[in-house]
């Protein structure tokens, strides 16, 4: 057996055989070739295998249909002088190795159809990355689903994930994820905790054989390789009692929170799909605190279009009836890459064309997705916010576009809401600061302390060297959310906590004592996070949260908190 602690990421208890997970864009390495007519052989061959997929995969989705159409141009692709072709020609003229060639040409065609000011052609770049990935997943003999050799309930092990990977597990197949890189707010701990799925990231893995044993505790961070029976007992033992508790907090999730001197708290969920909307509505949450719609754009070729997200949102919204759902635009950059949309190298992608800059950047985008909003916000009570803003001129062309949506949708003769809440989230340090001097412009704030602690503590969120130093109960964090929530006062904007600190526990406490009226959490947290409420009392809160303000450190804050 061999031991090994990483980061907890998301609670609960695995066990299982490991699955060996490698990602989607193999590294390849540029080598000459000898016999370049070989090597083209070896490139008709991939060729001739993602053919017999792609058609087995039209016929599966049946004639007509917008899947097969989008695979019926992918096949045309594969018999394109232009792209097939060209790669052809580097492997003979350059004596190049088949994967070499078709990364470099896939790479270039690509970034240039994309470059074209041209919905359409852009739609193409995508395409030909799509065909070019699985020419070079063949080339390289790997699987060319990503889900391939998943054929049992495994542990699945990664360097890191990307989000459509994550996107496209098969249902059932994952006991739990283990990754080397992350930390406890990086991608794939929260997309974790959203499906309660127990996960430890940031671990520093031995060389593991594919169907070994692997044992772990995502509240613990313990992971076990090949665990001895005792630990398996352990664990096992564990595990029933997690089940336990969450089975009793479960009983009483569909009633609402109410601290114990009356107070009431919202407790909704974070989603990323209109399919988390019934699971959410079914767990006891009150109405969705943040919908994470960058999802929506996964797992697929092109942008999603407007038709598209409407009926996305008109299905959470009618999930909800009465209860409130805030959905967030576009949330593109940083550590969320989405296929189609490109955002060009940069060096500090966190400090760079993220979240509300970029859809302010690329306004068609951003007008489609408010237009498809609007439409679907008779169906239920909307709230749109923005992510990443950073000040008063983000806000004021955020509701611009908003106006403008609105005037594109009377004059097409569309009907839609406009009776709606327009918030945006506090997550960058600059927007906390000036929190008053926005409250006018808002109904609500919605605190995503996964960034504030990143941009106030200057802790990148996805790296493991740094995961210890991102701690959200650092005062320098608290204050900032404290400045925010005293900026409302009684009559201003509402607050909510959409970040992950919205479901721990030990932060329930100062968050409700600091004046925060949502709690929005992942979705198997609903029941504990509304249990951890109903145990409090507002005014004892208050205090606490006082004291932990002028607290030196988190450490500090701990141990005030130690026993509440
Ligand atoms: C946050 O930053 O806390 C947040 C909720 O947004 P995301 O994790 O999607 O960046
Ligand atoms: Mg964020």
Known sequence: MIERTGIGASPGIAVGP???????????????????????????????????????????HGEGSDEAEVIGAHLLLLEDPEFTGEIR?????????????????????????????????????ADVRDVGTQLLRSVLGLPLETWDGLEVPSVLVARDFFPSETATIPPGMALGLCTEEGSATSHIAVFARGMGLPAVVGVDLPATEPGTVIGLDGETGEVYVDPTQ???????????????????????????????????IEVAANIGSDTDAARAAATGA????????????????????????????????????????????????????????EIGEELNPFLGLRG?????????????????????????????????????????????????????????????????????????PSAALIAS??????????IGTNDLTQYTLAVDRTNREV???????????LRLIGETTSATGEQGPWVGVCGEMGGDPVATPILIGLGVKELSVAI?????????????????????????LQAADGAEVRRILEGV
């Open 18 to 60: 490991a699955h060996l997970h490698v990602s989607q864009l193999p590294e390849i390495t540029r080598r000459r070739v000898e016999d370049p007519a070989a090597e083209v052989e070896r490139l008709l061959r991939a060729e001739a295998s993602v053919r017999t997929r792609l058609s087995d995969l039209a016929a599966s």
């Open 89 to 125: 020609d580097r492997i003979e003229s350059e004596s190049l190795c088949a994967e070499a060639a078709v990364s470099d040409v896939t790479e270039e065609s690509a970034a240039m159809l994309e470059s074209l000011d041209d919905e359409y052609l852009a739609a193409r770049g």
């Open 230 to 264: 005792g630990v398996i007992r352990t664990l096992r033992e564990r595990q029933e009692e997690q089940r336990r508790a969450r089975a009793s907090a479960a009983d009483r999730s569909h009633q609402p929170a109410m601290t114990e001197d009356g107070a009431r």
């Open 286 to 341: 009150e109405g969705v605190g943040l919908f994470r719609t960058e999802f929506l754009f996964l797992d697929r070729t092109r942008p999603i279009s407007e038709e598209e997200q409407y009926e996305a949102y008109r299905t959470v919204l009618a999930a909800f009836g009465d209860h409130l759902v805030a959905v967030r635009t576009l949330d593109v950059g940083g550590d969320k890459q989405v296929p189609g949309i």
């Open 356 to 428: 509300i800059r970029l859809t302010l950047a690329r306004p068609d985008m951003m007008r489609a997705q408010l237009r498809a909003l609007l439409r679907a916000g008779t169906e239920g009570r909307l709230a749109i916010m923005a992510p990443m803003v950073s000040g008063m001129a983000d806000l004021l062309a955020f509701r611009s576009a908003l106006a403008e949506a609105e005037r594109s949708l009377i004059s097409d003769g569309l009907p839609f809401t406009e009776d709606y809440q327009v918030g945006i989230m506090i997550e960058i």
């Open 437 to 446: 001097r926005l409250a006018p412009h808002v109904d609500f704030f919605s």
């Open 467 to 477: 995961a210890d130093r991102a701690d959200h109960l650092d005062p320098a964090v």
């Open 524 to 548: 198997p947290s609903v029941p504990t996070i509304k249990d951890r409420v109903r145990a409090l009392r507002l005014e004892e809160c208050r205090e606490l949260a006082a004291r932990c």
